[in-house]
């Protein structure tokens, strides 16, 4: 089977670049990425691709290149439905915040919605590509629906997980490590050479790899699930680092250049957010606890639970630090993203930090140089701690990095943007109240001239002159 239609229903930080890149390999596909969401659709159309609604290095070029020649951005759901040979699901799978599995299970209302839309509207056979990360077994419950619900429209299943890393989304969709495609080999051989053929316009055949649904689905949990408890494991011996005297930094080189270990992922850190790890964990201790693995699923939490902890700690290192009492002092934030080369801030460090902070009546200064004012409150606002008015008088958001910083009490670094170490500090300093203050939560700046300069200056895991 040769595709040359496509639909993916999501608009979001996996289905639009992915969609992009697809498009721009495969000129001969027409590709179509729908969304019920106006706003961010007509953003995806904007005549300044500057102003998409996802910033990634290197993706609004892609975008230009192959938007109106057959990259298609619309809220016509069930029009691209119809059209489409193959779709892609690529909605949220966010935690669950009620009923059963709350807090830990995914919430798959969407996948759901989605698959009954497509039975409701297909006329033809239909490939369904799973995009969204989903508990194992996702796919059967998808295909019941569609078999039971459509009009005698034959759907086959494939689930092909994303592993883009935010930041770095379009180098890793352009040279990916692997792409993953489950799908049922008995019946679904047809679908899988399909999707295979779409990526190997640009992907070497060796690195597309084939795998029955359930090893597909669950080897992205598992994928995202190994690197958090990297991140939450270098974490944690960075508190043993603060305690004994070491450096985190020279540490984490240590044991990574041992080559059954290496570099990746041993950053120390005020601890890791997006929408991917602590949602995937979460999923997989619940998806562990329904079979009856308690242990399996009470190892996994604990990534998590190291990770609160290393948030927690920064903050109230900034408390303690400051004569324990941040009331009415103003501490400035560099940085609201939950790492460099994003405008996502879900599960940012930051929030939970300026949180805390808030309880103890500060005044937080905010600047980032993509995340916006209506985000960053937004992202306060979906804690429900506070009043959407308490928020807004505790929170100022700053346009000029210099700015932020001008009569503060401190600073903390919660995104490690390459920008920050080229400021000049010196200028900083003496703008800032004294003792000035800098807590260094990803690691970035060099002590030794930070202290050189004046400032009292604390970094994750000792890294401290």
Known sequence: MKITSICCIGAGYVGGPTMAIIAQKCPNIKVTVVDLNVERIAAWNDEDVNNIPIYEPGLSDLVAEARGRNLFFSTEVEKAIDEAQM????????????????????????????????????????????????????????????????????????????????GTAVQDLLHPDRVLIGGDATNGQEAIDA??????????????????????????????????????????????????????????????????????????????GGSCFQKDILNLVYIAKTYGLNKVADYWEQVVIMNDHQKRRFSNNIVQTLYNTVSGKKIAFLGWAFKKDTNDTRESAAINVSDFLLNEQANIAVFDPRVKEKQIINDLIYLKSRSIEDIKKGITVYNDPYEVCKDAHAIAILTEWDEFKEYDWQKIYNNMQKPAFVFDGRNILDAKKMTEIGFIFNAIGGANE
């Open 195 to 272: 999707l295979v053929e779409v990526y190997a316009n640009w992907v070497p055949k060796e690195k597309i790899l084939t795998t029955n649904l359930w090893s597909s689905e669950l080897s992205k949990l598992t994928a995202n699930a190994f690197l958090a408890q990297r991140v939450s494991s270098i974490n944690a011996m960075s508190e043993l680092c603060e305690k004994t005297g070491a450096d985190i930094n020279e540490l984490s080189k240590a044991i990574g250049m041992d080559s059954r270990i290496g570099p990746k992922f041993l950053k120390a850190s005020v601890g890791f």
């Open 87 to 166: 779709i892609f699901i690529s909605v949220n799978t966010p935690t669950k915040t009620y009923g059963l599995g709350k807090g830990m299970a995914a919430d798959l209302k969407y996948i759901e919605l989605c698959a009954r839309q497509i039975a409701a509207v297909a006329k033809e056979n239909k490939i369904v590509v799973e995009k969204s990360t989903l508990p194992v077994r996702t796919a059967e419950a998808v295909k019941n629906i569609l078999d039971n619900t459509g009009n005698g429209v034959q759907f086959q299943i494939l689930s092909n997980p994303e592993f883009l890393a935010e």
